[in-house]
């Protein structure tokens, strides 16, 4: 018996003595945790993660950012392995920067809006353009009145730098500036004129021009002129065919273009019939809106 006894102490013993050193074996906590950070931080795909681990009897937490979801679960792999516990309690998180979208798809950097288009330059008829207009009534030094307004309409379109500017039968108005009859024994005749505005695209634009004076003397030379700039006209060329209206038909000479059509009656008054061709030269540029305003 007392044998029996020996023996049973003795098994015991042993068993306490293969116990010890399995426990012993057991890595504690802090080496747990020390180990997942090692190797999270070796690890290539894992380095770039901001991660805290802890770890309390064998359970493992981990905590902080990750750049991606491959990081994420590589974490968790390596937590599971170092520490034999599958319950291991992921708190991390992606971060908003590292989205998959983002990682895949590229950002186009987005490109400047074009400039705008030039805006289109006015138009503008210089001065000296000469303006040939015809008349749409009869004008006389004997009838007009100064201040009274006559129409006419363009004859030749304008064109500036190649570009269309003043279409051929655009509406012209003009003035008599002066109407004074020839008298019978002496005295001199005058009619002198310049146009005030043009029509364009529904439009009136006032415009300036030089007056055209035509004059015819009590022995019945006449004459004609251009004010405000450029030469004398010259003479009236063309004789008095049978005295009627528009029997004459002359044209002014010179440097100052002038009048183009004009006629001298039989008592020599200075007579333009209705579609006579005038020439008016602009003292003034003429500034038009760009194409298509």
Known sequence: ?????????????????????????????????????????????????????????????????????????????????????????????ISPEATPSQQHTPVMATAPPP?????????????????????????????????????????????????????KGSTVSGKVVTAKAKGKVKGEGELSLALMSIEVGHHTYPIETHVQIATVSGKGKRTAATTGGGAAGGALIGGIAGGGKGAGIGALVGAGAGFIGGAVTGNKQIE?????????????PLTLPPPNE
Request: aromatic fraction near 2%.
């Open 115 to 167: 400039p705008p288009p030039p805006k289109p330059e006015p138009i503008v008829v210089p001065a000296g353009t000469v303006l040939t207009v015809r008349t749409s009534q009869d004008l006389s030094s004997k009838t007009s009145q100064a201040g009274q307004v006559f129409l006419a309409t363009l004859a030749q379109p304008i064109s500036v730098d190649g570009k269309p500017a003043l279409p």
């Open 1 to 93: 018996m007392h044998n029996s006894r020996t023996i049973g102490l003795s098994m015991l013993l042993v068993s306490i003595l293969v116990g010890i050193p399995a426990c012993s074996r057991r890595p504690n906590d802090d080496k747990i945790a020390k180990d997942i950070q090692e190797k999270v931080a070796a690890d290539p795909d894992t380095r770039d993660s901001q991660v805290s681990v802890a770890a309390k009897d064998g359970k493992v937490t981990l905590s902080g950012n990750v750049k991606t979801p491959v990081a994420q679960k590589k974490i968790e792999e390596i937590a599971h392995t170092v520490s034999g516990n599958p319950a291991v309690e992921d708190d991390t998180t």
């Open 272 to 284: 333009i019939p209705a579609e006579s061709a005038l020439r008016f030269t602009l003292s003034s």
